[in-house]
């Protein structure tokens, strides 16, 4: 089954005639996904790859006759806020949020707001969501010939916060004959509309996933909210986690950040080492090196390597 | 964005929080005229952005307008932790009957901000937490309505706090969670919020950061009211030329991104990698099989070949590069046709062999048969998908070490 | 006269047919998205911008904008060419 996507979710792009946007839309399309309109304010009566572009949301949602599913937003920082607002309150469920270097209390007041009209965000700062040879939202995966390399269907749902290292793992998934059931690319930022933990229950309820993985890396708390989610819920669905940075923990790193880091203020539980033994207490093995990753899953699964 | 300590005082003084009447001092001469007009004992603060300060020397008190000169005159020359101080903050000896905690900081799985109050102030409050849980009371504020006083008064009541202490803090937790949220910061803290033996409440001591992404539109604030400059950015550390060159050839060309470090790396192979979470794949997979890298580096997006081509040159031409291996997870919107030919072209502007010079290229994804075609014809050693990150790295170590590959640390 | 320009990996001629052409230069100038193509000043006609020559994407939209022939794009790594 997969989760949060079907062959009949339909989505627009908010930004749609940004150079990226142009881009991860024709994609989108080659991939079978329904794009249904795109909106950049001032354009409207463009098509981009015969998408049909409105000025608002409301008029996008008018078009296709009654409500969309998603958006995929591209806008630029300054102005992401305004365009979730205007997706949250026009209707739409699914948001994934393309867009980096919002500041934090922007995209906390997305979230939250999200969150009080039953919509869901994933990112930002992400690549989006694929479900193989079903749908694909965002710039995950690149190009439909590329993506179909990587990504095929299968037992395995994927969480990353990095985009990149999401086709990575998934690919070697499909090249080991597992593949993907849904990959997420949850983003890298401090603050994240979907974490590890809010995700599960989704995955927990899809008959397709059969195992998780998930990559990480130093910084926050969400390998912890995760191991806290499973203990106090019925969880049946063995993961095994990647943890990239461990070379951050040396003394001569630091004070020095790197890639995702977004630390927040809540003690020192934070370094690699600290992750990955929490992780390893709670029964999520840690792998050293992604080419691990499908033998410890077929290991879980039960079946041969 | 960090902030001193007098900087932080203006902030929250901004923001309606009693502060005592302090003077920031550059000189001895200043220091003594502030505490002229503050009229009895002072204290003298080393303004610097690191801790330890009082075990440094770089806290003293001072019974006289002379005394505090002199005292200035030493902590303005004094280093603390490898810095030297801005200037110095000249306070009033307060008279204080009891020390609070005040702080707001963001709780990332509830995704709000948290309140935090004490009746246990002047202490680290992570230990305050462990040891005297009772004593800390937290608070929730929402990211989308304003802040009502009575949610900073829940904090403070949890803790036990009562009578006119709890009226009179109120408003400061309160206001403290609003400037937080106004002004982008990451953590605000008052610590300690003192009890004066007037009853009344002041900020003693305060500490901000501010969001690195939400400086350009807090000029405001920045600009107008604290006068920082705009390329006084204060880093934790001071960056390198190599860090300092990749990031103007990062900002002169706005297609994709890169960027480089090399503060605490010393080795012979250069990385030029990708993306985020890649990089660090990257990176810990070198020296896990004994490799020692040179640097470290991110390319993100879809960058010119100048850009890749910029990186690359910046890397080669490091102390000690030998080699240089050219590795991305694999790529969606980043072209390997066009980082391959950024890499080859550094070699070449360098009057070097790129076959040589390259341990390895692994870029598996956009354009990669384009790629490959380019690596060919330059005698460079590329990789598909099929080889693995790890796999990618233990050879780019092998072919430096000159070992035989599969060599692990 | 034939215009035409190298640089280390990218080739581009534009046949002296069209290289005089005002109308086609300024066309080759909006579509390339790397700026490989500049109209002289003092006469209207194609310039080449060396510098810009290894940028190029490989996008076709200069060898559309032109008439058969007109504009051909060579890989020097491999010996092929854009044209049509």
Redesign the interface.
Same mark, same amino acid.
């Given at each position: 089954m997969s989760i949060l996507l079907s062959k009949e979710t339909t989505f627009i792009v908010q930004g749609i005639t940004g150079r990226e946007a142009v881009n991860l839309t024709r994609e989108c399309l080659d991939y079978g996904s329904k794009v249904v309109g795109g909106v950049t304010p001032g354009r409207k009566g463009r098509e981009v790859h015969g998408v049909p572009v409105f000025d608002t949301v409301a008029q996008a949602v008018e078009h296709h006759g009654g409500p969309i599913d998603g958006s995929v937003v591209t806008v630029p920082p300054a102005f992401t806020k305004d365009a979730v607002f205007e997706a949250i309150l026009n209707g739409i469920k699914l948001i994934v949020i393309v867009t980096e270097r919002i500041p934090r209390g922007d995209v906390a007041q997305m979230v939250e707001l999200a969150d009080r009209n039953g919509a869901r965000i994933i990112g930002p700062n992400c690549l989006g969501l694929i479900v193989p040879e079903v749908c694909k939202m965002g710039g995950i995966g690149g190009p439909a010939k590329d993506a179909a390399k990587a990504y095929q269907p299968g037992p395995v749902g994927v969480m990353s916060r990095s985009g990149g290292m999401t086709t990575e793992i998934s690919s070697s998934l499909t090249q080991a004959g597992l593949g993907v059931s849904t990959a997420v690319s949850i983003g890298g930022d401090a603050i994240i509309g979907s974490t590890y933990a809010e995700l599960m229950p989704l995955f927990e309820a899809d008959e397709q996933t059969e195992a998780i993985v998930i990559y990480t890396e130093p910084g926050g708390r969400m390998e912890a909210e995760l191991v806290d989610w499973r203990t106090e819920n019925d969880a049946k669905l063995p993961i095994i986690a990647f943890m990239a940075g461990k070379f951050m923990d040396d003394e001569e790193m630091q004070g020095m950040s790197f890639g995702h880091a977004g630390t927040i203020v809540e003690g020192a539980e934070d370094s690699a080492t600290q992750k990955i033994a929490r992780l390893e207490a709670a029964g999520i093995p840690v792998v050293e090196r992604i080419d691990e990753i499908p033998a410890a899953v077929k290991d879980k699964l039960g079946v041969a390597a | 964005m960090r902030f001193f300590e007098y900087e932080a005082r203006k902030i929250v003084e901004l923001a309606g929080i009693p502060v005592t009447k302090y003077g920031f001092c550059t000189t001895p001469e200043q220091a003594r005229q502030a505490a002229e007009e503050i009229g009895g004992p002072v204290v003298i603060k080393s303004q610097v952005l690191t801790g330890g300060r009082m075990k440094a020397g770089g806290v003293k008190f001072a019974d006289t307008p002379d005394e505090a000169a002199e005292h200035a005159e030493a902590i303005l020359k004094l280093e603390i932790n490898g810095h030297m101080p801005r200037g110095v903050l000249v306070d009033p000896k307060a008279e204080v009957k009891q020390e609070y905690y005040a702080g707001v900081v963001w709780d990332g799985t509830a995704k709000r901000p948290l309140m935090l109050f004490s009746d246990m102030g002047g202490i680290d409050i992570e230990e305050v937490a462990r040891t005297h849980p009772d004593h800390v009371g937290r608070g929730h504020v929402s990211n989308l309505f304003p802040i009502p006083d009575f949610e900073a008064k829940q904090t403070i009541a949890a803790t036990g706090v009562t009578g006119s202490q709890l009226n009179r803090a109120t408003p400061v937790l309160a206001r403290l969670a609003r400037l937080f949220r106004e002004n982008d910061m990451t953590l605000a803290e008052i610590n300690p919020l003192a009890e004066l033996t007037d009853g009344s409440f002041v900020a003693l001591d305060a500490h901000m950061e501010m969001e690195e992404e939400a400086v350009g539109r807090q000029k405001k604030l920045l600009r107008t009211e604290l006068q920082i400059a705009e390329d006084d950015t204060r880093e934790p550390y001071e960056h390198s030329a190599f860090e300092e060159h990749v990031a103007a050839i990062d900002a002169a060309d706005h297609r994709g991104v890169i960027q480089g470090k090399d503060h605490g790396f010393t080795g012979n192979l250069g990385l030029v990698i990708g993306a985020g979470g890649g990089s660090l794949t990257l990176t810990d997979a070198v020296r896990s099989q004994g490799g020692k890298p040179a640097n470290y580096s991110e390319i993100g997006g879809n960058p010119s070949v100048a850009k890749a081509c910029g990186l690359a040159k910046e890397v080669l031409e490091k102390d000690g590069v030998e080699k240089i291996a050219v590795m991305m997870s694999i790529v969606s919107n980043t072209r390997v046709d066009i980082v391959a030919r950024g890499v080859i072209k550094a070699c070449l502007e360098l009057e070097k062999d790129p076959g040589e010079t390259i341990a390895i290229f692994r870029i598996p994804g956009a354009w990669e048969d384009e790629g490959f075609r380019i690596l060919e014809r330059y005698g460079v050693e590329y990789c598909d998908r099929s080889v693995s990150l790890w796999e990618a790295a233990g050879r780019a170590v092998a072919k430096v070490q000159g070992t035989p590959e599969g060599a692990a640390a | 006269m034939t215009v035409a320009e190298a640089g280390?990996?990218i080739e581009v001629v534009v046949d002296d047919q069209i290289a005089n052409d005002a109308e086609i230069a300024k066309k080759l100038e909006e579509v390339c998205p =790397?700026d490989i193509f500049d109209v002289n000043e003092s006469d209207g006609s194609v310039a080449i911008v060396r510098q810009n020559l290894?940028?190029c =994407?490989?996008c076709n939209l200069c060898v559309e904008a032109a008439p058969p022939g007109g504009v051909v794009v060579k890989?020097l790594?491999?010996g092929t060419e854009l044209r049509r």
């Open positions: - | - | 280390t990996f =790397v290894d940028e =994407v490989l890989k790594y491999d």
